[in-house]
């Protein structure tokens, strides 16, 4: 496979693409860091400003300089036991130095709880009762871990796992505490990454060890995914059913799996097809493992372990924020974790089909990962949001594996690889929904996997990629509507490997005796006959290791496995829109009614959600208030494709994505699509290599190039042209459709990755090198990291709290972020509007607009001004009105001023009713004891 050397070679000259790309990257930076004011006082300068803080523990403070003082500490231990470790095992072996080995990650982590311990910061809890149980277990684990080969992909896990342990046998953490959910949740992802393991085996495609996990992780959630699903459509979402269903999942996997690997491998016949199998899979990891370049030089070792260090350092901080803290991300509290609590109360999916702002809304999403967070609970036995806490972070991680082994596979650079994934890591809206308890996390790790797949099948046209690829576009489909469009990455993928000409085997088996030689690996798996060397040749094997044989698109299209693979996936991703078209009669509820139509949906307020999602939402369409004469609905397409360079870069909310996405994405883009269309025109053009032959006709050109159009592109141009179709493809539906927020195209950062490669690889020249890497830790440091420390949980009094305030309770974070929503009590204390209404309303259905499901008692069924039912009350006269209401059982009416944004929430009246003395207000909330406009009132019938 061609590398990035050779794909830019001779698309520009010398230094001149190179410096191009470094010098727009630093003018863009440079830009953002003194001149883009916003994005300067928003991001570095509140980092700048409030890291040096005072850091609160259990009443304890600690200043900024000893917590520093005390991080490089833990650094220093980390970087020596990393060190120490590998040479005292290279160097000897035997249980004693595994056993010291062992007790050295143990010790390590009583070190630092003796840190912890030293500097006040701790828990408090005690030795006895059950804490023995948790430790004897440790140690448990510790005697039986010592005896295993340390030489192993666990090994560093299993020293991460005992230097944990450590620190609790040295009271530095209190893992009793850990809620069962978490515990539960845990085990459940463990049976995912399982099921998708073996799912693996079962097409016998070669992955690096971090690229198989994280791509069986995807595949298990997938399938474990959609046996949960089908359990809560069939109301059997419980303990028993999901363990039962769980196991023999993983059975009926284990057994085709058994079953598959004692066939032929690759239709070569032996004795013994599993050892043929290893040792071909052996030997693609050491020629892949050979392919590597460098890093070579101090120089290259710096920008990796710098790299390594802050891409390590962001992941981190969103495992706490994401775990440490109560969610507040609307859209979660509303969805995600509403809709998942919900469908764990009821064991099963809670039915409600209305196109109604919130949950009415979002009842008829696909539910993969609402359904993933109730699992843990279900499990359990008790509710707890931990597990889809945890979720979202997992998801951010091994998003950031994939694009290490993305960027890897195309460059052969390690150093390159590791650059490009603190890039990915660093774009600060990424960071947030690594963050928030969302599904637009698994969006990006679906998209992220599909990618990689796809960059492996057009390289090798080995059926086990795109077959995955399959499964996870399946699984895609269940996350969200607009990851439908992954089948689009899919169709991509296969008419980029396969628009060319077809290499079949017995091509290559002629090529292979014209050049004089019949193989290129042996191995003894079966008796037989013998070379010269005594060892058996294979050369249908031989082609899993190089040469591929590569159908063209009319052989694939003929091919029964490939129609009988597309129709599996089909089916796979179907199942929630039939359950949509059978209950609502729209299999995208409630979306294209005009055409799919759909029960209970009222056009006025669809129409009016539209308003209100302007009003809420930082897209493209906040390009209207920029521009005097044109209102939102004056809006044009045109409008957006002027201006929207100018909004990505230079508008107030252009800090989601910068300046990472113009100093480092579009240079690479560029690029790509530079090397790409100018080995496509090189087909057009005739060159005279031989004076005797006549220059052929345009047409005769034109012709060979039209049957043959992406001949001569190597695997990294193709790779670049799947990333510009999902880029352009999210980018094109939010320009001509859905214009409101732009988290909704945040699977297109999928393919940043490969442009950040692009860039970079035309500066892989000393000099240009260290400065584009430079380029890149600037743009962590000046926006990752800051929205990494920050959170975007929390954000009041000030920007770092939950960084300088460990451990806030639910109810400290819900006041930081909607600091409205809380009033003083007599003895001076605080109360959120939350629990003043959970203790007024208990029980009591409570008529509101307020949608936030996940924060009120489960007793509570919020009623909302644009349901169906009340909107069988709109104009009524005041009288009907209050006799349906209190039909309905409601007693209290809670008005927030987002109300006002929905503009049918007038037609219930309620603000007339308030004027005619039907409702008196109870409790009003405003923060710092303040009232008037702006306030949410809680009221209560007064007649």
């Known amino acids: ?118 500097m006040r910061i701790r828990p408090n809890f005690g030795w006895g009762g059950a804490a023995w149980v948790w430790y004897g277990v440790g140690a448990a684990l510790i005697l039986a871990l010592g005896f295993f080969p340390s030489r192993n992909g666990f090994a560093w896990g299993r020293h991460g796992l005992l230097f944990v342990l450590g620190l609790a046998a040295g009271r530095g953490v209190e893992p009793l505490a850990w809620s069962p959910v978490l515990w539960a949740m845990i085990g459940w992802l463990g049976l995912c990454l399982w099921t998708g393991w073996w799912l693996l085996d079962w097409w016998d495609g070669f992955m690096p060890r971090g690229a198989a996990v994280a791509t069986a ?39 085709v799996r058994h079953v598959r690997r004692r066939r032929s491998f690759h239709g ?236 079949l085997a017995g091509h290559i088996r002629d090529r292979r005796r014209a050049s004089g030689r019949s193989s290129l690996f042996m191995c003894q798996a079966q008796r037989g006959e013998f070379d010269e060397a005594g060892e058996i040749v294979y050369d249908d094997a031989l082609m899993y290791l190089e040469d591929y044989p590569r159908p063209g698109l009319r052989d694939l299209l003929s091919a029964n496995w490939f129609w009988g693979m597309t129709t599996a996936g089909l089916l796979m991703a179907s199942t929630w829109y039939v359950r949509n078209q059978v209950l609502t009669g729209n299999p995208v509820y409630s979306f294209f009614s005009e055409f799919l139509g759909g029960i209970r949906i009222n056009p006025e307020v669809l129409e009016s959600a539209r308003v209100e999602w302007m009003q809420n939402g930082g897209g493209m369409g906040n390009i209207a208030h920029a521009l005097p004469d044109v209102g939102y609905r004056d809006l044009t397409v045109w409008h957006k494709l002027r201006y929207g360079p100018w909004y990505f870069y230079g508008a107030s909310t252009a800090w989601r994505y910068q300046p990472i996405l113009y100093a480092l994405v579009v240079p690479g883009m560029l690029a790509m699509l530079w090397v790409s269309l100018a080995k496509m025109w090189a087909r057009l053009r005739w060159r005279e290599d031989d004076l005797d032959s006549p220059a052929p006709s345009w047409g005769t050109r034109l012709g060979g190039w039209l049957a043959d159009p992406l001949g001569g592109l190597e695997t990294w141009e193709r790779a670049g042209l799947l990333g510009f179709v999902l880029v352009g493809g999210f980018l094109t539906y939010h320009i001509a459709m859905a214009d409101f927020y732009l988290y909704q195209i945040l699977p297109a950062m999928a393919a940043f990755p490969i442009f950040y490669a692009w860039g970079m690889g035309f500066t892989d020249r000393p000099g240009l090198r260290e400065l584009m890497a430079a380029a890149v830790v600037a743009t962590a440091v000046g926006s990752g990291l800051p929205v990494a420390l920050m959170g975007g949980k929390v954000s009041s009094p000030a920007p770092l709290v939950a960084l300088h305030h460990p451990g806030m309770t639910d109810d400290e974070v819900l006041m930081g972020c909607y600091d409205t929503e809380w009033r003083f009590l007599p003895d001076g204390s605080k109360v959120t509007m939350f629990a003043d209404v959970n203790r007024i309303c208990a029980g009591k259905p409570l008529l509101t607009h307020e949608n936030r499901h996940v924060l009120y008692d489960p007793s509570i069924p919020l009623v909302h001004l644009d349901d169906w039912e009340t909107q069988a009350l709109w104009g009524r006269p005041a009288e009907d009105v209050v006799r349906g209401l209190k039909a309905m059982g409601i007693e209290y009416y809670l008005y927030i001023p987002n109300e006002d944004k929905h503009a049918v929430n007038a037609r219930l009246g309620m603000k007339e009713l308030i004027r005619d003395g039907w409702l008196a207000p109870v409790l009003e909330w405003n923060g710092e004891g303040k009232t008037g406009p702006g306030s949410r009132v809680l009221y209560r019938w007064a007649k």
């Open 217 to 255: 992780f995807v595949l298990g959630v997938t399938v474990c995914g959609l046996l949960t699903e089908g359990l809560a459509m069939a109301g059997l979402f419980r303990r028993w059913p999901i363990v039962i269903g769980g196991m023999a999942l993983l059975a009926g996997i284990g057994a």
């Open 268 to 503: 070569v016949h032996t004795v013994d097809p599993e050892l043929l199998r290893r040792q071909v899979l052996q030997e693609v990891a050491r020629r892949y493992q050979a392919s590597m370049i460098g890093p070579h030089g101090w120089s290259e070792r710096v920008i990796w372990w710098t790299a390594c260090f802050f891409t390590a350092m962001i992941t981190a901080l969103t495992f706490y924020h994401g775990m440490g803290y109560a969610e507040t991300y609307w859209d979660s509290l509303i969805l995600y974790l509403g809709y998942a609590r919900m469908t764990f109360l009821e064991e099963g999916f809670p039915f409600k089909a209305v196109a109604q702002v919130g949950i009415g809304l979002g009842a008829n999403y696909p539910h993969l990962y609402p359904t993933l967070v109730a699992t843990g609970p279900a499990l359990a036995g008790t509710w707890d949001a931990i597990g889809g806490q945890m979720a979202a972070p997992l998801a951010g991680v091994l998003s950031c594996v994939l694009a290490y082994h993305t960027v890897l596979y195309l460059t052969r650079r390690p150093v390159t690889a590791m650059v490009a994934t603190l890039a990915f890591r660093a774009l600060p809206f990424g960071i947030y929904y690594s963050i928030y308890a969302s599904d637009y996390a698994y969006a990006i790790l679906f998209a992220m996997a599909i990618i990689y797949l796809g960059v492996l099948y057009m390289d090798t046209a080995s059926p086990a990629y795109l077959i995955a690829q399959t499964f996870m576009c399946a699984g895609a489909s269940h996350i969200n509507y607009l990851m439908l469009a992954m089948w689009g990455v899919w169709a991509t993928t296969i008419f980029l490997t396969h628009c060319r000409r077809g290499v």
């Open 1 to 118: 496979m061609a590398n990035m050397d050779s794909a830019r070679k001779g698309a520009l000259p010398g230094w001149l693409g190179g410096a191009l790309v470094c010098v727009t990257a630093w003018a863009v930076i440079l830009h953002y860091y003194f001149f883009h004011e916003p994005w300067a006082q928003g991001l570095f300068f509140n980092m700048v400003n409030g890291i040096a803080g005072p850091y609160h523990f259990n009443d304890w403070i600690v200043s900024g300089r000893d917590l520093l003082f005390l991080g490089l500490g833990i650094l220093a231990m980390l970087v020596a036991f990393v060190w120490s470790a590998p040479r005292i095992l290279n160097r000897w072996e035997g249980w004693r130095t595994r056993l010291l080995v062992l007790l050295t990650a143990f010790g390590g982590g009583v070190g630092l709880a003796a840190v912890l311990w030293a």
